[in-house]
């Protein structure tokens, strides 16, 4: 398996890894095109429970019920693969979207990136330590359990590890930077 390496904006191949300036990512959608099918599936089968003349008037409410809360999913999932996610990598900072809202991270204020197999899901994130994250109780479990107080919402069709060791590349680039100025 051969990972994949996000390409700088400009769209050339960076000749030295200092040149790397900004790198942009966006979150795949593949979990969303199953989620839009299956939705779209059970709003089929809502609509032939609320919609046949042969079943009755609980059956029926139930068909609108899950009419309602599917096409609801499926509005979400439609939405998710107009607009994805994305991440935008430079030597000083993170900027991550997600549902319309922008996140900034600056990179001198992170701490090394990891990764983290969740085992209740089976999925593998990126996590960090963000240093100006309150000390809750919240931030001290997600160090316990997590070891770092925040994650990553996705890996933006990198592999976690490959995610993580791109991201402590630009903090080193960026902390490099930083000691020559």
Same mark, same amino acid.
């Given at each position: 398996m051969?990972?994949?390496?996000?390409?700088?904006?400009s769209?050339r191949? $960076?000749?030295q890894?200092?040149?790397?300036d900004?790198?942009?990512?966006?979150?795949?959608?593949?979990r969303w095109?199953?989620?839009?099918?299956?939705s779209?599936?059970f709003?089929?089968?809502?609509?032939?429970?609320a919609?046949s003349a042969?079943t009755g008037?609980v059956?029926?409410g139930?068909?609108w019920?899950?009419i309602?809360?599917?096409?609801? +999913?499926?509005?979400?999932a439609?939405?998710?693969?107009?607009?994805?996610?994305s991440?935008?990598?430079s030597?000083?900072?993170?900027?991550v979207?997600?549902?319309?809202?922008l996140?900034?991270?600056a990179?001198?204020d +992170?701490?090394?990136?990891?990764?983290?197999r969740? $085992?209740?899901r089976?999925?593998? +994130?990126?996590?960090?330590?963000?240093?100006p994250?309150?000390?809750?109780?919240?931030?001290?479990?997600n160090?316990?359990v997590m070891?770092?107080?925040?994650?990553l $919402?996705?890996?933006?069709?990198l592999?976690?590890?490959?995610?993580?060791?791109?991201?402590n590349?630009?903090?080193?680039?960026?902390?490099a930077?930083?000691?020559?100025?």
């Amino acid at each position: 398996m051969s990972e994949q390496r996000p390409e700088p904006e400009s769209g050339r191949e $960076p000749e030295q890894p200092d040149e790397i300036d900004r790198i942009v990512l966006r979150a795949s959608g593949g979990r969303w095109v199953w989620i839009l099918i299956g939705s779209m599936a059970f709003v089929a089968f809502g609509g032939g429970m609320a919609l046949s003349a042969r079943t009755g008037g609980v059956a029926k409410g139930i068909g609108w019920f899950i009419i309602v809360l599917f096409g609801f +999913c499926a509005a979400v999932a439609l939405r998710q693969l107009v607009s994805p996610g994305s991440m935008t990598i430079s030597r000083t900072s993170i900027d991550v979207i997600r549902h319309g809202r922008l996140t900034t991270f600056a990179l001198a204020d +992170c701490g090394p990136f990891t990764t983290w197999r969740n $085992p209740s899901r089976g999925t593998t +994130c990126v996590v960090f330590d963000h240093f100006p994250d309150p000390d809750t109780e919240v931030t001290r479990t997600n160090r316990a359990v997590m070891g770092g107080s925040r994650s990553l $919402p996705d890996s933006y069709g990198l592999p976690a590890q490959g995610l993580a060791d791109l991201l402590n590349e630009a903090r080193a680039a960026g902390a490099a930077e930083g000691r020559e100025d």
